[in-house]
């Protein structure tokens, strides 16, 4: 009896070990130094941010921890600098549901910082909202916050060339459509007010991530700096912590054993940031460590180019 418990523990714990190898995925395999170089990583105070700012930090690159709360940001702060045994990690206060918090952030970085060699926007929410300025939280901070963010910090990272701008995004963009109508009469481009709509919106927030970078690709060709957006996994991380605790407690056990932990969940977007010789992927899209192919909708030149203008305006850019 001891010896078949002992038999079907041992066998669970292999499969347990094996399942748990499998979902961990690729892992970004460059040793690349960043010494001398400095990055910002928005919404870095948690999740998939903060694992990403350790290995950059690892790395020897300066780490700007780019986080709305100044309290969760010192915190991270502390622990980015522990985990990574360097010194060399800032805060600076970021809200992206506010274009005036992002114009300030802006201003203080460029005045208080002299490079900046890769920008990883990876903030992100899925949850109902509107931002200050009356936008969905969703549209507002997943794309407008960091469309607006990267416009302004443009010309600094072109001074810094080679330079990369990593947009974290979602295999979820799949789901997404833009409806430039909606955005024209209804300019927050949805709220959230159901589960079934916070579903929806976060899927055309993470679409808008794809064309962004897709469109901003064509606009920095020359300048010797490229730009990627990903798909990190499905990583257990905080990011449903707006479901409810009936939800969450159902769906705990199948993120516990088919969800990536956020270092896992960080391979992606280290590799767009760091990996030698991917330069000429610029504008595409990765996931697992790769790039993929994506369906006509997320590489329109016509939709991406006329989100890009609309942004402008929604953004106070033009
Ligand atoms: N987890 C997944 O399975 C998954 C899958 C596909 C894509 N993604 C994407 O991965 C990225 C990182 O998400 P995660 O999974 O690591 O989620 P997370 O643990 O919830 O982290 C999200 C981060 O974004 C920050 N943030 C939220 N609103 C902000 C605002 N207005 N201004 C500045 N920062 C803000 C959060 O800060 P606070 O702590 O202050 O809220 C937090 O640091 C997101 O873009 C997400 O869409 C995640
Ligand atoms: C881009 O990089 C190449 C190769 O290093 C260099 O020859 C070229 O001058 C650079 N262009 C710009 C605009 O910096
Ligand atoms: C379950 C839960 O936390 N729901 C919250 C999601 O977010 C909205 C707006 O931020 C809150 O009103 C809900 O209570």
């Not at 395999?29 to 990403?52: E, M, P, Q, Y």
């Not at 002299?114 to 997943?142: C, H, P, S």
């Not at 010309?155 to 789901?175: G, N, Q, W």
Request: with cysteine; proline share 1%; net charge positive.
């Amino acid at each position: 009896m001891l010896e078949e418990t002992l038999l079907i523990v041992g066998i669970l714990s292999v499969v347990f070990m094996a399942i748990r190898a499998y979902v961990r995925g690729a892992k970004c395999k460059s040793k690349v130094k960043l010494h001398g170089k400095t990055v910002i990583v928005t919404g870095s105070n948690v999740g998939i941010g903060r694992a990403t700012a350790v290995d950059l930090a690892r790395r020897g690159a300066r780490v700007i921890l780019a986080c709305r709360s100044q309290v969760r940001g010192e915190v991270a702060v502390a622990l980015v600098k522990r985990e990574s045994g360097s010194q060399n990690v800032a805060f600076m206060q970021l809200d992206l549901a506010s274009l005036k918090s992002v114009r300030s952030f802006a201003e203080t970085f460029l005045k208080t910082e002299k490079r900046l060699d890769i920008l990883i926007n990876n903030a992100g929410v899925y949850k109902q909202g509107t931002t200050e300025d009356g936008f969905g939280l969703m549209f507002g901070v997943n794309h407008l916050g960091h469309f607006l963010l990267t416009n302004l910090l443009l010309d600094r990272l072109k001074e810094c060339a080679p330079s990369r701008i990593v947009t974290v995004s979602s295999i979820m963009h799949k789901y997404g459509t833009l409806d430039f109508d909606t955005l024209r009469t209804h300019k927050e481009f949805g709220v959230g007010e159901t589960s079934r709509s916070i579903f929806w919106i976060y899927a055309h927030s993470k679409l808008c991530n794809v064309l962004f970078t897709h469109e901003l690709a064509k606009r920095l060709q020359g300048t010797n700096v490229t730009c990627y957006s990903l798909h990190p996994g499905a990583v257990n991380s905080d990011l449903n912590r707006n479901l409810s605790k009936m939800t969450r407690r159902l769906i705990k056990p199948i993120t516990t054993l088919f969800f990536k932990d956020v270092e896992a969940g960080a391979q992606t977007s280290l590799y767009c940031a760091v990996q030698e010789g991917i330069e000429s992927l610029s504008g595409r899209y990765f996931s697992n460590c790769a790039v993929q192919k994506v369906e006509p909708k997320a590489q329109d030149d016509a939709v991406a180019k006329k989100l890009w203008e609309v942004s402008e305006t929604l953004s106070g850019l033009s």
